[in-house]
């Protein structure tokens, strides 16, 4: 699949940011020194390194006596050791946290809860004593379709608490999207709602699983939240209401104490070709991950307001709202909606409101907003801010800089940390009060990580130069399998090179070794013979200050072989021109070089995003050569988008 050729990296970009001193004065990894110390305790001896994080960062309610079992490419973590998630996110906190707010939630017509340690744990253990009294036992499947409300952390902690696997569908996603995943997943419950709230609209929740459940899905029991309070609860046998299911139950409810290697959740993740792959995570190496990464690298105190955008539905939501800050004992802010409702300042007002201190969202927002200008930002005041983290895809410095300057107020560190669903936790990001950042890279593998840039034949490539990024050795949180499909696990991510996994994207490492992300490998263009990574291009577009997106992809040229077609929307109260097109041809020729001019320049209202924010560059490959995409888009945001690139070809 990947080329042997080199990847050309482009970009330059020589900020550095030193970790401001009072930050590192009180953080948990203070300087490169301890860093360094780390990495190389763990690069001597790895078993001796993971099991003492094991040790320090779960409960075990017996001890594990084998750190690894690795048989490549499967690997099984803290072997005979047993644990209980729930238990370490909530009751070992109880004796000191009891009335301490686990979840401020806020609505997105503005209803708010606070939900304090005990509160959670007692509605945890209810809604599992609910699923017991369905027959939901240690090992079965539980589907979650859930609006961003508490309840949604509520039912994956209690599915964890008996040790049922859960596998939240995102609330966004179709009926058909669910009803694939139910059946692939054999989900024996399905906890949903009514609805949800977005873009002051209510998502029918409800009304999907209906659709979906006209076709097999082998689902025996559906249990109905009320959230936005429109529909009835459909009749017959299979249909409950959740407020009915818990109620009377008890609020005790022991913990089922799991091996280490018991599979904790499925996730669903989409690629370009082929059905959806179900990621299977398992507890103990998740957990502890989940665990160490969240306080590493948001350096968490337990007086932090602690707030991750993501839905639940992703892979962000499980570690980074739920099970990491959870586990860490602080505060995490849930909110319900769309980031602009009821006005463009609404995630400014939350951050203000709640005093929160930790900050994790993604460029695609982060560009959003800078769109929108820096008026809604300062009607609020951000100075509880004190760390900002981003995920999801590259960042370009344009808006890191603008992350860092006007919503950090230049005070606040920026942790961009890159990792996957398959890989369950943060791999790659700075440590805060340790690592000096530059814009636009993710910096240096965490200890215990090996990732590394190799070439097809397995070589590392030099300092500079493009490679394909894999990570070499096990680590606790990786993926398992692919639920149902053992081989296409082997297939997809250890067939590149033996026993090594392959991420799927293109990096590489600067002058002093920092890792730079350059996109999926599969969006890699090729011109002229040199293979480009798409980031780099998009990101000297960003820089123009005009531009608030862009996409860059390659459509088959005659004489070129590919031509570089760029899709740009532009900031507010910037209208398209051919002038404008010349300009912009002409500032990424100068900004790096003659090779990466775009050969169109096409001005689009939006780009095409997956639902959790990720620019689908497939499907402008199509558009960009007159195609009909005939590939799937069920995990596109919104199908007007792409309806509206095809018009303007017309
Ligand atoms: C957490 C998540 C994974 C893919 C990954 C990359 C891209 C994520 C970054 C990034 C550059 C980053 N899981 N990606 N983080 N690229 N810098 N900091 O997003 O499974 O949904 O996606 O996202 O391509 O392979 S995911």
Avoid at 47 to 65: I, N, S
Avoid at 298 to 325: I, K, M, N, Q
Wanted: charged share 25%; net charge neutral; with cysteine.
């Amino acid at each position: 699949m990947a080329d042997t050729q080199e990847i050309v990296s482009v970009l330059t970009e020589s900020r550095v940011f030193p970790p401001p001193e009072q930050f590192s004065q009180r953080a948990h990894i203070r300087g490169m020194q301890d860093y360094q110390r780390l990495w190389d305790e763990a690069e001597k001896d790895p078993q001796k390194y993971w099991g003492e994080r094991a040790r320090e960062e779960l409960f075990w309610k017996e001890p594990f006596q084998t750190v690894l079992d690795w048989k490549p490419p499967h690997a099984r973590w803290f072997v005979e050791g047993k644990t209980n998630l729930t238990y370490n996110c909530l009751d070992r906190h109880l004796p000191r946290l009891k009335d301490k707010p686990a979840i401020l939630f806020e609505g997105e017509p503005g209803d708010r809860r606070s939900i304090t340690y005990g509160e959670l744990s007692q509605q945890v253990n209810r809604l599992a004593n609910g699923l017991k009294s369905l027959g939901v036992k240690k090992g079965d499947r539980v589907g979650i379709y859930l609006p961003m409300v508490p309840e949604a952390a509520v039912a994956m902690l209690a599915c964890a608490r008996l040790g049922a696997v859960h596998s939240v569908v995102f609330g966004g996603f179709s009926a058909e999207a669910l009803q694939e995943r139910m059946k692939d997943a054999g989900v024996k419950v399905l906890l949903t709602a009514d609805g949800g709230w977005r873009k002051g609209a209510v998502v029918p929740l409800m009304k999907n699983v209906e659709a979906a459940l006209t076709h097999a899905t082998g689902i025996e029991k559906v249990v109905v939240l009320t959230r936005t309070g429109d529909g009835k609860l459909p009749a017959g046998p299979k249909f409950l209401a959740w407020d009915a299911l818990v109620k009377g139950q008890s609020d005790t409810c022991e913990p089922e104490w799991v091996e280490s290697e018991h599979p904790l959740f499925i996730l669903y993740t989409s690629g370009s070709t082929g059905k959806p792959k179900g990621v299977l995570h398992s507890t103990a190496g998740y957990a502890m991950m989940a665990s160490l990464t969240t306080r590493w690298v948001f350096d968490l105190r337990e007086d932090d307001v602690y707030w991750c955008t993501a839905d639940v539905g992703w892979v962000t939501g499980h570690s980074y709202v739920v099970y990491g800050p959870l586990m860490n004992g602080v505060t995490t802010v849930l909110y319900e909606g769309a980031p602009t409702q009821p006005g463009p300042d609404r995630f400014w007002a939350i951050i203000e409101r709640y005093k929160v201190s930790i900050l994790y969202t993604a460029p695609t927002a982060i560009r959003a907003f800078m769109r929108l200008g820096d008026g809604p930002v300062k009607q609020h005041d951000l100075s509880s801010l004190r760390l900002l983290g981003s995920v999801g895809e590259p960042i370009n410095p344009e808006a890191w800089m603008w992350y860092r300057d006007v919503i950090g107020g230049g005070r606040c560190p920026v942790v961009d940390t890159w990792w996957q669903t398959e890989t369950g936790a943060i791999m790659i990001s700075p440590l805060p009060g340790a690592t000096p950042t530059k814009p636009g890279s993710a910096t240096f593998p965490l200890p215990g990580i090996h990732a590394e840039i190799l070439d097809r034949d397995g070589k590392r490539v030099p300092r500079g130069q493009g490679g394909l990024l894999f990570v070499t050795k096990p680590w606790p949180s990786m993926l398992r399998t692919v639920y149902g499909d053992p081989e296409r696990y082997v297939k997809t991510y250890f067939s590149e090179l033996p026993g090594m996994y392959f991420t799927g994207d293109g990096a590489r490492t600067d002058a002093d070794g920092y890792v730079w992300l350059m996109g999926r490998v599969d969006d890699v263009v090729n011109v002229a013979g040199h293979r480009l990574g798409t980031a780099e291009v998009e990101s000297a577009l960003v820089a123009h200050a005009k531009v608030a997106e862009a996409a860059v992809v390659g459509r088959p040229d005659d004489l070129k072989g590919t031509a570089l077609v760029a899709f740009v929307t532009l900031k507010h109260g910037n209208a398209p021109s051919d002038a404008l097109k010349k300009e912009l041809a002409a500032h990424v020729a100068k900004e790096i070089g003659a090779i990466a001019r775009p050969d169109e320049i096409r001005f689009a209202e939006g780009l095409p995003k997956t639902r959790s924010g990720k620019i689908m560059r497939r499907l402008l490959r199509d558009v960009a050569a007159g195609n009909h995409s005939t590939q799937d888009t069920t995990t596109l945001e919104d199908l007007n988008v792409l309806a509206a690139l095809r018009q303007n070809d017309e």
